[in-house]
C-alpha cells in the first residue's frame, strides 16, 4: 500500500501471537478509473478528498471518478484507494542543455497536467570535477507559476557510467522522472534565472504529454500478470468495496468489467458496487430491464436510482452513478453501528446536497429488492422500517445467507480480520505452540464479537467453533512450510455454520470454503475429527462460497 506522503514505500502491521486480533476496517473503497494526472497502476491509499486533487489532480470533465471520490467522502467514506488507468496516455518530456547535447528527461506520470520543471547547480561541487551536479525537480500546480506541490533534489550526480552517483541509476528510483536516452559526455548547464542572471533557474517541461484517449472495458480490466487497472490493486493489502464509475458521462461500464471485478473482489473477499445502467431513468425501467439481466452475484451490490448532485466544474446539478456515494453512506453507518445491528434510520440516507434522481414507490421497492436491487432515499421514510439491504445474490440460487448485505459483509469482516491477525505464524519462534496459539487467539476474537452480540441469543457453542489440526501443524514442524486451521461461525439458521479453511505459507495467504465432512477433514487427527463428528451430527453444515 502506498500514501500520498511516501510513495512506492509499502507498510504493512503484523501482529504477533500476544497481541489480539485486530478488527480490521468494513468500509475502505477502491476506485478504479481515469484521472487528470497521477500514478498509473498503483493503489494509492487517500484519507481526503484533498489529498485526491493532490495526487490525481481533482475533479476532470471527461472522468467520473473524481466525482465519485468526491462523493464519497462527502457522504462520510474514511479511507478510499484509488488506481489511474490510462489509454495511450504520454509523458511529457524535460529537456536540460549539456554543451552541445541534451540531457533528457521524462515525467513518472503521463498526461498534459504534469507540470514539472527542473533546476540544475554546482553548489559544493570542487572546481575541478566536470561531471558532478546537483539536480531540483518540482512538480507544480500551474505551469509557469511557482506553487510547488512536489520536490525531489539529487545532489552530487554524475555522467560518468562507473560512478555510484550516476544520474540514470539515481533517477531510477525517482518518484517524478526518469532519464531518457543515453547521458552525454559533459553534465547538464547551470540553470540561471533569465532577468537575475545568477539566481538558481529552472527549466519547464516540454508541452508533448498526453492524456490518451478515453477508458475502454480492457483498459479498466487490465492484466493479472503485469497488474494493471483492476489488477493494480494487488498493491493494496486489503480493500472492502469496489468501485468502478462509469467510463465516461455518455458510457456505462460493460458486462465484461463487471463479471471479472464480481470474480476478484471474491477472490479478494470484498464487495462490488454496481452502478444502475444510465438507461434506467425510472423504477419501471429498471424492472424491464432486469428481467433480461442476468449478472447475480454474492459479491456485489446495486442502489437504485442514480443520483442527482451538483457539479462543481459545470455549475449545475447532474445526474451521478452512485456508487461512491454508496460507499461513503455504508462508511458512515459502519462508524455508528456494528455491522451485525440495524443502521439507525438518520444513517441510511444520502447526506444533504444529495438526491435520488428519481422516486420509488413503494410497491417498486420491494420489487426491485426482490431482484437483489437496494433503493437510495434523500429522507426518512416510515415504510422503510424493517428493510434489509440485500446483495446481487437475492432471487439466485445461491446461498440464502448471502443475499442478506449485512449478513454477507459481516463474514467477510470475520474471515479477513481472522486471516490477517493470523500471519504471524509465518515468523513464528520454533519454540512457540502455533496450533495452541492461534486456537486462543481466535476464540478470543470470536468471544469478543459473540459478547457484542454479533451472534444474536445463541449459546457461546453454537455460534462458533476453531479447530487447529495438531497432526499437520505439529510443533517441530516450520510454520513457513505451511499452516492450516479451520473456523466456523453461525449461520441465520439455527444450528448451521458457515465453515472457512485459512491456511498461511510462504506463497501466501489463503481463505477457502469448507464443509463439516470427512472429506474436507482428513487431514484432521483422530480427536479433532471425533469432536467435529459430534458438532456435525447436531447441524446441517452450510456450503461458504
Not at 109 to 115: I, L, Q
Not at 141 to 148: C, D, L, Y
Request: aromatic fraction near 8%; glycine fraction near 8%; hydrophobic fraction near 40%.
Amino acid at each position: 500500500m502506498v500514501t500520498p506522503s511516501s510513495l512506492g514505500l509499502k507498510v504493512q502491521e503484523e501482529h504477533g501471537p500476544d497481541e489480539a486480533i485486530a478488527r480490521l476496517g468494513t468500509a475502505r473503497t477502491a476506485f478504479v478509473g481515469r484521472t487528470l494526472r497521477g500514478p498509473v497502476n498503483r493503489a494509492i491509499l487517500l484519507r481526503s478528498f484533498a489529498e485526491f486533487q493532490h495526487v490525481f489532480g481533482g475533479l476532470w470533465q471527461p472522468s467520473r471518478l473524481g466525482y465519485a471520490v468526491e462523493q464519497f467522502f462527502d457522504n462520510g467514506g474514511r479511507e478510499a484507494i484509488v488506481v489511474r488507468a490510462v489509454n495511450g496516455a504520454r509523458s511529457a518530456t524535460l529537456t536540460l542543455n549539456a554543451g552541445g547535447a541534451r540531457l533528457t528527461l521524462r515525467a513518472v506520470s503521463p498526461g498534459t497536467r504534469e507540470f514539472l520543471r527542473a533546476s540544475v547547480d554546482y553548489d559544493n561541487i570542487p572546481g575541478d570535477d566536470a561531471a558532478r551536479f546537483n539536480l531540483t525537480v518540482q512538480r507544480v500546480r500551474i505551469q509557469g507559476a511557482g506553487h510547488v506541490e512536489d520536490q525531489e533534489i539529487f545532489p552530487q550526480l554524475s555522467v560518468n557510467s562507473g560512478d555510484e552517483r550516476h544520474v540514470a541509476a539515481v533517477l531510477a528510483n525517482s518518484e517524478l522522472v526518469r532519464l531518457v536516452g543515453e547521458v552525454p559526455g559533459q553534465r547538464p548547464d547551470r540553470t540561471l534565472d533569465g532577468t537575475a542572471g545568477r539566481a538558481a533557474g529552472y527549466v519547464s517541461s516540454n508541452a508533448d504529454g498526453d492524456d490518451g484517449a478515453p477508458l475502454t472495458d480492457y483498459d479498466v480490466i487490465g492484466s493479472e500478470i503485469d497488474r494493471t487497472g483492476l489488477f493494480a490493486l494487488e498493491g493494496a493489502d486489503y480493500f472492502n468495496l469496489l468501485c468502478i464509475p462509469p467510463l465516461s458521462r455518455e458510457q456505462d461500464v460493460g458486462p465484461s468489467v463487471l463479471l471479472v471485478a464480481a470474480r476478484y473482489c471474491k477472490q479478494r473477499r470484498a464487495l462490488l458496487i454496481v452502478d444502475p445502467p444510465s438507461a434506467w431513468d425510472t423504477a419501471d425501467d429498471a424492472l424491464g430491464a432486469l428481467r433480461g439481466w442476468n449478472f447475480s452475484s454474492e459479491n456485489a451490490l446495486m442502489y437504485f436510482p442514480r443520483i442527482l448532485a451538483h457539479d462543481k466544474l459545470r455549475g449545475h446539478f447532474e445526474s451521478f452513478a452512485p456508487c461512491g456515494a454508496v460507499a461513503g453512506m455504508l462508511a458512515r453507518i459502519d462508524e455508528t453501528n456494528p455491522l451485525w445491528a440495524p443502521p439507525k434510520l438518520e444513517e441510511t440516507v444520502l447526506r444533504p446536497g444529495y438526491r435520488p434522481a428519481c422516486l420509488v414507490a413503494e410497491d417498486r421497492r420491494m420489487r426491485l429488492a426482490l431482484r437483489g436491487v437496494n433503493t437510495l432515499q434523500a429522507v426518512r421514510s416510515v415504510a422503510r422500517i424493517g428493510y434489509k439491504p440485500c446483495t446481487l445474490a437475492a432471487g439466485s440460487a445461491g446461498a440464502q445467507d448471502w443475499q442478506s448485505l449485512a449478513a454477507r459483509r459481516l463474514a467477510l469482516f470475520i474471515v479477513n480480520s481472522i486471516e490477517r491477525g493470523t500471519r504471524w505464524v509465518l515468523a513464528a519462534e520454533p519454540d512457540v505452540d502455533v496450533a495452541q496459539r492461534v486456537a486462543a487467539q481466535v476464540r478470543v476474537f470470536f468471544e469478543q464479537l459473540y459478547e457484542a452480540g454479533a451472534f444474536g441469543t445463541r449459546r457461546m457453542e453454537e455460534a462458533f467453533f476453531v479447530v487447529c489440526s495438531r497432526r499437520i501443524n505439529a510443533p517441530d514442524c516450520a510454520p513457513a512450510h505451511g499452516f492450516q486451521f479451520l473456523i466456523g461461525f453461525a449461520a441465520s439458521r439455527r444450528m448451521q455454520f458457515h465453515t472457512f479453511r485459512i491456511s498461511h505459507s510462504a506463497s501466501g495467504s489463503k481463505v477457502q470454503p469448507a464443509s463439516l465432512d470427512r472429506s474436507t477433514l482428513a487431514d484432521f487427527s483422530p480427536q479433532e475429527l471425533e469432536w467435529v463428528d459430534k458438532l456435525a451430527s447436531q447441524l446441517e453444515p452450510t456450503q461458504a462460497p
